[in-house]
Structures are given as C-alpha cells and as structure tokens.
C-alpha cells in the first residue's frame, strides 16, 4: 500500500515526538512491505512566528493532498498569559480542524496493567475499564456565531449550534466503533436543559434502532462526569457535543494514570489526523525527556483507522507492551527504575519491531 502522510511535528515536544513516530512508521512500513511519503508542514506558535498564521496555506494544502495526518502538538506559553494576543495557536487547530472537516474525536480510554498503580481510582475501579469517547469535534459553542462582547464590553455571548447532518454523521461513527467493540453505545446531553442536546437526543432516539445489535442509552452530562470516575467499567463508546466532550475526554483520561501514553484520531470528510492527548509540554521541549508513547500509539492508530491496516497496528501495540514490561520508559513512568531517554525509548520500540 502507498502510504502519503502529512507531518505536522508543532510546538514545544512535537518535534521530538514526532521522530520516533516516523522511525516506527519507516519500520513498520519495511517490514509489511508499503511505499511511505512524507511532507512536512509548520502549524501553531512555531507557524506564528514564520508566517503570522497558526494553520497557513500551505499546511492546509499539504493536509488535503494527504491519506493521513501525524500531529505532534501545539501550543507556547507566551500566549496563554497574554489574554490579548489577536493570533493564537488554538485558533490555528480549530480552524484546522473546520477546515478538513475533522468531525469525530476519538479517544480510546485504556489501562496499562504496569500503571495502574498510577490512577487515582482505587486499582480495581480502573482495572480492565477499556473505553472509546467520541467527541463531535467541529460544531457547538466552539465555532456558533454570534460570539463576542458588547459595546461597553461587560457583556459577553457564545452561540451553539447544531444541524441534524453533524449530529447524525458523528451518531453514526460512534455505532461504527460500538459495532467492532462491545455493542454499547452512551450518548450523552444536557437535554433536561438545552434545546441543542434535545436535538441530539430526539435523533439519537431515531437512529437507536437502525442499530438493533447495538444497545443505546443516555446519559446527562453531569450524571456522565460522575459515572465516568464512580463506574468507568460501565462505558463500551460515549458520544457527545463539542464542549462536553472537551471536558469529558479530559477527566477520562487520567482515570487510567496513564494520560501521557494515550493517542486520539479525527475522523474527517476530507483526511483523518492523529495526535497523542498531552499538549506541547513546553518545559521538556528539546531535552530528549518526555514520553514518546501516545505519539507512537497515534502511528497505530493511524495505520488501524485511516488504512485499515491492523496487522501493522496490532504490532506496534505490541512492541509499546513490551517496552512497559521490560522497564525502557522515560522519566514520568519511571518509579525509580532505569530513566530512558526519549529517543532510547523510540529506538527500542523501533528495534523491537524491526526484529519481530
Ligand atoms: C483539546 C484541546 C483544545 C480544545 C484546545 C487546545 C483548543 O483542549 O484538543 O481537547 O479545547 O479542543
Ligand atoms: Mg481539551
């Protein structure tokens, strides 16, 4: 198979990250035998400095042109402290992600035995718990309009919006993954409140039994905040709007303790694009410190979603596993034990898969 990806490496770790992604993508494509092209394109604070714009042109293009999209991460602190900065990075990842119609965020929420210690959840609570959020990723607050501030600017207003195609094409996705897991699907509103949710849930309830197989049962977000730390075990995949899942996607990723090793993908109309949960983690930015992980577990899941190629991602899974179990991980995992560089850490994956 003929592989055209895109390379979006950002800000602070991403560059780093993204090295060993392409060293276990090149690995994995020797060895199953498939034709690897990559460009490389600047996005965020980096793309602000060369050029004024978080997503230029270019970038946009080269995502378009592309079979699949590796996102490092974005982000620099010299703008969050500046509520008054006209041009942020954040603004270059929304757009981006309107603009190749990236509608469904998918983060799949599992545990690492060796790291369960890790949880702040009793051990048996997050044991085996092993479940998909699926967040709509491209309509709601975040991008209704009007938004803004009044004249005397003491009045501020967000709108959110939701058409029955963005809330019918991100229902469907999510019966898709429930179809291939464990036939459960969790759709999760505010509908006792706001009239966007009752529209979410008067088409879920339409949709429902097109998926007989498949159970269907609601949840209000408040009461899915509180499940999700009280019974993760209880979810197979959950679907929300934008804000919710935001927010969601965030609490259920640290349940597992393993937060710095989770990966997501965003299903598009036009690409898909892959990127590991932690932000830019500026701090560690060029020290060969942070954990390689969740940007190498987005190469899998690159290779299982947007190519369907799941041999291949089942092999890096693997060779991650066996890097937990042997102990060659970096600092944030270490516990005491031997602390691996980034790049030792990528190496031995890669190596592990080349001799496989
Ligand atoms: C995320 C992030 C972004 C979001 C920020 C950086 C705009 O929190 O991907 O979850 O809110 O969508
Ligand atoms: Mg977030």
Redesign the pocket.
Known sequence: MKLNIAVLPGDGIGPEIMKQALKVTEAICSKFKHEFNYKEAIVGANAIDATGDPYPAQTHELCMQSDAILFGA??DPKYDNDPNAKVRP?QG??RMRKQLGLYG?IRPVMTFPSLLHKSPLRADLVDGADFVCIRE?TGGI?FGSPQGRSEDGNTAYDTSVYTREEIERVLHLAYKFAGQRRKKVTVVDKANVIATSRLWRQIAQEIAPQYPDIETDYLFVDNAAMRIIQWPKSFDVMVTE?LFG?IL??EASVITGSMGLLPSASMGVHTSLFEP?H?SYPQAAGKDIANPVAMILSVALMFEYAFNLTDEGALIREAVNASLEEGVVTEDIADGGTVYKMSEVGDWITDYIKNR
């Open positions: 974005i982000g954040e990842l929304l965020n990723l975040y934008n935001d996607t965030d949960i932000g």
